[in-house]
Each structure stands twice: as C-alpha cells, then as structure tokens.
C-alpha cells in the first residue's frame, strides 16, 4: 500500500507542475513596456522554502554533531 501512496504522490505533482508551468514561464504583454515585472508570490515561496530547507539542514547537520 505504501508504494502505491508514493505513486500517487509523484504522479499528482508531476500533473501540478505541468499545470502550473505556463504561468510560471509566462512573460510580460509589450517587451517595449518600460514597467517592471512586480516581484510575485511564487518568488516569496521560493525563497521561503530554501530559509526552511537551509534551517533543516543546518539543524540536521547541528544536531549530527552532537551539539
């Protein structure tokens, strides 16, 4: 049961991103405009994920010190 749980979990992911992928890519209307792109939510997520992923690596590594 539980790899067909994994299974699923990648499966369901995989479709999300390839959902998602467009807006991702997406690019402004007029390359003449001279307005930035606004900094967006998928940009905070990715820097708030990586804060989260050095602060458990940083811990994992702290607490396989023994410190």
């Known amino acids: 049961m539980k790899r067909s749980d994994d299974l699923m979990k990648m499966v369901m992911t995989c479709a999300l ?8 890519l997406a690019q402004p209307d007029n ?6 792109t606004p900094f967006g939510f998928v940009e905070i997520l990715i820097g ?11 811990l994992a590594q702290k607490d396989k010190d023994g410190h």
């Open 17 to 24: 991103l390839l959902c998602s992928i467009g807006l991702v």
């Open 31 to 36: 390359p003449s405009d001279v307005n930035p």
């Open 48 to 58: 708030a994920g990586a804060l989260y992923g050095g602060r458990k690596a940083y």
